[in-house]
């Protein structure tokens, strides 16, 4: 009777898993991992020349497994027990901060950095403007104290950082001190990106070398949100890490803000996204080819341009009761002219925010113009 119940059970087991992954087949984004899920193999997957069928019904099934994150989560906690240091491309520090692997120093990279910084010379001195540059190390540097001792070698920021600084004609302003005193607390725990004390740091070194008085930390009002969890986590899989807090500042001056040709808008927030797979899209909704702010108070004076990538978002309404207006371009999304932008808008100071990682690896600065 004990076998017959236990066969029961067992075949039980495999109809309910069966039944789930059915009843999941018409998931097609994963929350958790922020990804889109496997599509079911078309029929040109039957090619001659291309047989991969097998490996695509295989890739779709596992996508749509029935309680896919429960198993991914336990299986990385068990790769994690077992001693692998690196989960997919997240490395777990001594304190649980979750850090993206190092941005490689190799010739490869050094050669792209050097084509990216001359591209952006050569942009700001057509033009007659000087480019300032902002380029944070990364939390894993800035971190690398709490890493293992076999990792920390590997994070070679402060190479790399150098080769800007000593790009000739960019004004290198230096955030590795600001952002790394804390040993990895200006970033966030869950995300790549700096968190608002980051942010702040880097913002008063901008300013300091725009010849510009930064606003007093303590006089800067933020709204949070106490349920933050970060791209890193969503890679890792280490669903139990906690969530955090994440702040966004408020303006001090009467602003719109315009995103592409969209109408303009009186908030910079879209505090929707802090419940969607993507809470740091409560800035700005993400990133575009083109986003004008304008400051309606009087005391703004001169136009900034902004080069940027996501971690311009953090920082930008920061900049902006310094300006009367602020324009950010993204080169992986503007396809405009520089030029005629600088022209038309009667910029003032030009202003490069992007992380390390764009700078080596990211070929879209080149396509600017």
Same mark, same amino acid.
């Given at each position: &009777?004990?076998?017959?119940?236990? =066969?029961?059970? @067992?075949?039980? /087991?495999?109809?309910?898993?069966?039944?789930?992954?059915?009843?999941?087949?018409?998931?097609? @984004?994963? @929350?958790?991992?922020?990804?889109?899920?496997?599509?079911?193999?078309?029929?040109?997957?039957?090619?001659?020349?291309?047989?991969?069928?097998?490996?695509?019904?295989?890739?779709? $099934? #596992?996508?749509?497994? /029935?309680?896919?994150?429960?198993?991914?989560?336990?299986?990385?906690?068990?790769?994690?027990?077992?001693? =692998?240091?690196?989960?997919?491309?997240?490395?777990?520090?001594?304190?649980?901060?979750?850090?993206?692997?190092?941005?490689?120093?190799?010739?490869?990279?050094?050669? #792209?950095?050097?084509?990216?910084?001359?591209?952006?010379?050569?942009?700001?001195?057509?033009?007659?403007?000087? &480019?300032?540059?902002?380029?944070?190390?990364?939390?894993?540097?800035?971190?690398? *104290? *709490?890493?293992?001792?076999?990792?920390?070698?590997?994070?070679?920021?402060?190479?790399?950082?150098?080769?800007?600084?000593?790009?000739?004609?960019?004004?290198?302003?230096?955030?590795?001190?600001?952002?790394?005193?804390?040993?990895?607390?200006?970033?966030?725990?869950?995300?790549?990106?700096?968190?608002?004390?980051?942010?702040?740091?880097?913002?008063?070194?901008?300013?300091?070398?725009?010849?510009?008085?930064?606003?007093?930390?303590?006089? /800067?009002?933020? !709204?949070?949100?106490?349920?933050?969890?970060?791209?890193?986590?969503?890679?890792?899989?280490?669903?139990? =890490?906690?969530? !955090?807090?994440?702040?966004?500042?408020?303006? #001090?001056? *009467?602003?719109?803000?315009?995103?592409?040709? !969209?109408?303009?808008?009186?908030? $910079?927030?879209?505090?929707?996204?802090?419940?969607?797979?993507?809470?740091?899209?409560? @800035?700005?909704?993400?990133?575009?080819?083109?986003?004008?702010?304008?400051? $309606?108070?009087?005391?703004? !004076?001169?136009?900034?341009?902004?080069?940027?990538?996501?971690?311009?978002?953090?920082?930008?309404?920061? $900049?902006?009761?310094?300006?009367?207006?602020?324009? &950010?371009?993204?080169?992986?999304?503007?396809?405009?002219?520089?030029?005629?932008?600088?022209?038309?808008?009667?910029?003032?100071?030009?202003?490069? /925010?992007?992380?390390?990682?764009?700078?080596?690896?990211?070929?879209?600065?080149?396509?600017?113009?």
């Amino acid at each position: &009777m004990r076998k017959h119940f236990l =066969t029961i059970v @067992f075949f039980l /087991i495999l109809a309910a898993g069966f039944i789930g992954t059915l009843c999941n087949l018409g998931t097609d @984004f994963s @929350f958790a991992e922020r990804r889109v899920l496997a599509e079911f193999p078309k029929a040109d997957s039957l090619s001659l020349n291309r047989w991969t069928w097998d490996d695509d019904i295989e890739n779709y $099934l #596992s996508d749509h497994l /029935i309680l896919r994150n429960a198993l991914t989560g336990i299986s990385a906690y068990m790769r994690l027990a077992a001693g =692998t240091e690196r989960l997919d491309d997240v490395y777990v520090t001594g304190k649980g901060q979750l850090v993206e692997s190092p941005v490689e120093d190799t010739a490869k990279n050094r050669s #792209s950095l050097q084509r990216n910084l001359a591209h952006l010379d050569k942009l700001a001195a057509d033009e007659g403007l000087r &480019m300032y540059m902002l380029v944070p190390p990364t939390a894993g540097y800035a971190a690398r *104290d *709490d890493l293992p001792a076999c990792l920390r070698p590997l994070y070679r920021d402060d190479a790399l950082l150098n080769e800007i600084r000593n790009y000739a004609d960019l004004v290198a302003v230096d955030l590795s001190d600001a952002l790394c005193e804390g040993k990895g607390d200006r970033f966030y725990r869950t995300d790549n990106h700096w968190n608002a004390d980051g942010a702040y740091a880097a913002y008063a070194r901008c300013l300091e070398s725009l010849g510009k008085t930064p606003v007093p930390a303590e006089n /800067i009002v933020y !709204e949070c949100y106490e349920d933050f969890h970060g791209s890193t986590l969503s890679r890792s899989a280490l669903w139990l =890490t906690p969530h !955090e807090t994440i702040r966004y500042p408020l303006p #001090s001056c *009467d602003y719109t803000v315009q995103i592409e040709d !969209e109408p303009p808008r009186s908030d $910079l927030y879209f505090r929707e996204a802090l419940t969607s797979h993507d809470p740091y899209a409560v @800035f700005f909704n993400g990133n575009y080819g083109t986003v004008r702010l304008t400051n $309606l108070s009087p005391d703004g !004076e001169g136009v900034l341009l902004v080069v940027k990538d996501s971690f311009a978002n953090a920082l930008v309404p920061l $900049l902006l009761p310094h300006y009367k207006t602020v324009v &950010m371009i993204d080169p992986r999304f503007f396809r405009g002219s520089v030029h005629e932008l600088i022209v038309s808008e009667g910029v003032d100071d030009l202003l490069c /925010i992007c992380s390390l990682k764009t700078l080596v690896t990211d070929d879209k600065l080149r396509l600017l113009k």
